[in-house]
């Protein structure tokens, strides 16, 4: 495999006006987002930004960005506008689509997300953690995968995922956590399909590509890093990454 990770990013957010550029102890959190995608070292990182302001400020951090079309509906279209003009010959075969409110997202993990991709017949590799408390359980912002890890496997099939707690019975649940590992013809193909039935009803992106038969594994990893979606997510991120602070032990609130 030779990977690429590429960061979306837009000014575009109701709950945290301005997120990508928000301060995280002097620097922007988009830029803590491409350091993470540099510490994880598995191939080069850019920004694929919605807004001239993101890619100065990734510039000013030595970082690439890329300017794409500010009316693209979502990240995955702006990683695929942005893979197509930092890589027209193709190089990269396996594009890793990083979420840039993930400011805290261990390094490792961004190295295991691309695990699944060992198999052949996987298109999309992603992560899991498991689900330790009933309110994660129940809250509809937790997205949840329906998938097994028996016998000690560290890779599963994904059979679907929801806001809604699945699979029902004993066992347990899946966090998903929102970075993927597309093949580059599968994220070229996904980008080219129609927005889906239950994509709509569940707002879930990624169901699209089981609608359409792609096959989507999960890897698990210890617990889900927390994403900065409002005022207090930022001022937790602050905390967590003060210079004492490190990343690997920050999780997803309960």
Not at 231 to 236: G, H, K, N, V
Request: net charge negative; aromatic share 4%.
């Amino acid at each position: 495999m030779n990977p690429i990770v590429l960061i979306p990013s837009r000014m575009a957010a109701t709950r945290l006006p301005g997120k990508p550029l928000a301060d995280i102890n002097g620097i922007p959190m988009i830029v803590h987002v491409l350091n993470r995608g540099r510490e994880a070292d598995i191939g080069p990182v850019a920004v694929a930004c919605a807004e001239l302001e993101i890619a100065e400020a990734v510039r000013a951090a030595g970082g690439i960005a890329v300017l794409t079309d500010p009316s693209l509906p979502r990240g995955s279209d702006r990683v695929h506008a942005a893979l197509s003009s930092l890589d027209p010959q193709g190089h990269h075969d396996v594009v890793v689509n990083l979420q840039g409110d993930l400011p805290t997202i261990p390094p490792e993990y961004i190295r295991a997300v691309l695990a699944p991709l060992a198999d052949p017949a996987i298109d999309i590799a992603t992560l899991v953690a498991p689900i330790t408390t009933p309110e994660e359980a129940a809250s509809p912002s937790v997205v949840k995968a329906a998938c097994a890890f028996d016998g000690g496997r560290a890779v599963s099939p994904a059979l679907y995922f929801s806001r809604a707690a699945i699979p029902a019975g004993e066992g347990p649940l899946w966090h998903h956590i929102g970075i993927y590992a597309f093949r580059r013809q599968a994220l070229a193909r996904f980008v080219a399909l129609p927005e889906s039935p239950l994509e709509r009803r569940e707002s879930l992106e990624q169901l699209r590509a089981l609608e359409a038969g792609m096959r989507i594994a999960c890897a698990r990893v210890e617990f889900a890093p927390f994403g900065v979606d409002t005022p207090a997510d930022l001022e937790r991120a602050r905390v967590a990454l003060r210079p004492s602070g490190l990343p690997s032990a920050v999780k997803s609130p309960a």
